[in-house]
Structures are given as structure tokens and as C-alpha cells.
């Protein structure tokens, strides 16, 4: 088991940036595919980007187009998602996510861990 711990949140105007990080504890962080999510409100969770174990490979929404950035760093057992040119359509409740299941995986049902969310609110 795993426990997954985001941070980085915030309110940032309109074509600002945000790093967003994401801590696991527990279980060896090696073994996780990891993924960040959004959610807004009265709207399904959708899927923003995965990394591999490594971290060699990274899959991306559509929707990215080159603004959004997932890394990470085993030997901090984290998870980064650098998100550039904001826009209030990125205002979202932001989750990490990790499977044990082939990568890469973008629906919600093939992750077995969940933190508990970010708020990220871009004004206009």
C-alpha cells in the first residue's frame, strides 16, 4: 500500500505556472506507474498525464499540447506536474494516482491509490 500526499496548489492568474508535487509513503515508490488527474466541479475526473516506473516515458491528454509536464524523482519518491500557461479552463481539483498495471493507463478504474487533491483556481 501506498499513501499519496499532493501539494503546490493555489490561486494564479492567467497565463501563470505551477508546480505541483506529489509524496508517497509506504510501499516502494519503484513499483507505481504514476498519473495526475483533474476534476472540476459537477465534472468527471479526467486524466492529464502518466509517467513510467523510471520515468524514461511520459504519455500526455490531448488536451496538453506541451503546457503540462509529469516527472519524477525516485530517489524523493515524488511526482511533478509542471503546468505552464494557465488558463482558468485548467481550474481544477488536481490528483495523483498510482497503478501496478501496464503503462500507460488513463482511466481512473486501473489506479489503485489516490491523494487527497490539489486546488488549483486560475483567475482571469
Known amino acids: 500500500q ?8 493555489g490561486l494564479v492568474q ?21 498519473a495526475w488527474f483533474r476534476q472540476d466541479s459537477g465534472k468527471e475526473r ?11 516515458s511520459t504519455y500526455d491528454a490531448k ?3 506541451g503546457r503540462f509536464t509529469i516527472s519524477r524523482d525516485n530517489a524523493k519518491n515524488t511526482v511533478y506536474l ?6 482558468p479552463a485548467d481550474t481544477a481539483v488536481y490528483y495523483c494516482a498510482a497503478s501496478t498495471r501496464p503503462y500507460p493507463q488513463t482511466l481512473t478504474r486501473f489506479y489503485d491509490y489516490w491523494g487527497q487533491g490539489t486546488q488549483v483556481t486560475v483567475s482571469s
Open 82 to 87: 509542471q503546468i505552464d500557461s494557465l488558463k
Open 63 to 65: 488536451f496538453v499540447q
Open 14 to 34: 492567467d497565463g501563470g505556472s505551477l508546480r505541483l508535487s506529489c509524496t508517497a509513503s509506504g510501499r516502494t515508490f519503484t513499483v507505481y506507474g504514476m
Open 2 to 9: 501506498v499513501q499519496l500526499v499532493e501539494s503546490g496548489g
Open 46 to 56: 479526467e486524466f492529464v498525464a502518466a509517467i513510467n516506473r523510471s520515468g524514461g
